[in-house]
């Protein structure tokens, strides 16, 4: 079975520019997350979407952030304008079911760098 | 609110040396406790986990016991190798959600 896939794998933009994160869960998986790491900190939670719904998107800083996941397959996480204190990596990953018993399953994260 | 704390690194041993990597928590009620992976270039891993007090998760010689009088799940090993080189992160779970310590490197010397 494929495993969780963002694209890019890297990003470097300028401040005040637009970049759009995509992320392709394992098919078959409801549940989506987003988190992010920002400068070597903790790992937090951005949202979480159920098929096509967002479940839970308290975690979002802003609205210069929006995520999308249409159809409830793919996701995509955008940031306009992109500030410099949004740099990090923003993972992604996707679940059969809800609960513990139901794991995780992570993509490679994509490093956003905004100069 | 819930919180993890964990010993920050980098944390440097030579091969076959014990590990302990510390992981404290602050929660209400009764969180699962995890630890995660994340090799060089790779995603994040679930190394191990432990979903109530006193049990013990354990993988690939890697061990953590859900310790709640000490709000503890350290993360051990007895002999590391090159190859358990990687950024080591504990979290719990909050409704669905993780709550994440900010991750410790791990570099092992040959």
């Not at chain 1, 409801?30 to 979407?49: A, S, T």
């Not at chain 2, 964990?6 to 992981?23: D, H, K, R, W, Y």
């Not at chain 2, 990687?86 to 791990?106: H, P």
């Amino acid at each position: 079975e494929a495993g969780v896939t963002q694209f890019p794998s890297h990003s470097v933009i300028e401040k005040g520019q637009t970049v759009t994160l995509r992320c392709d869960p394992i098919s078959g998986h409801d549940n989506l997350y987003w988190y992010r790491r920002v400068m070597g900190k903790e790992i937090k939670f951005l949202l979480h979407f159920v098929k096509e719904s967002k479940q839970d998107e308290s975690g979002m800083p802003n609205n210069r952030f929006l995520a999308e996941r249409t159809g409830g397959t793919y996701s995509t996480l955008k940031v306009q304008p992109a500030e410099l204190e949004d740099s990090g990596v923003y993972f992604c990953a996707s679940s059969q079911s809800l609960g513990h018993n139901s794991p995780l399953h992570f993509g490679n994260g994509t490093r956003l760098t905004v100069t | 609110g819930n919180s993890v704390t964990q010993m920050e690194g980098p944390v440097t041993l030579s091969e076959e040396a014990f590990l302990t990597i510390n992981c404290t928590y602050t929660a209400t009620g009764y969180p699962s406790l995890f630890w995660y992976v994340q090799y060089p270039g790779e995603g994040l891993q679930l190394l191990l986990k432990a979903t109530k007090a006193d049990d013990k998760g354990s993988n690939k010689g890697f061990e953590a016991t859900y310790r709640k009088e000490t709000t503890s799940f350290h993360l051990e090993k007895g002999s590391v190798q090159v190859s358990d080189s990687a950024v080591y992160f504990c979290a719990l779970s909050d409704n669905y959600q993780l709550i994440w310590g900010a991750g410790t490197k791990l570099i092992i010397k040959p």
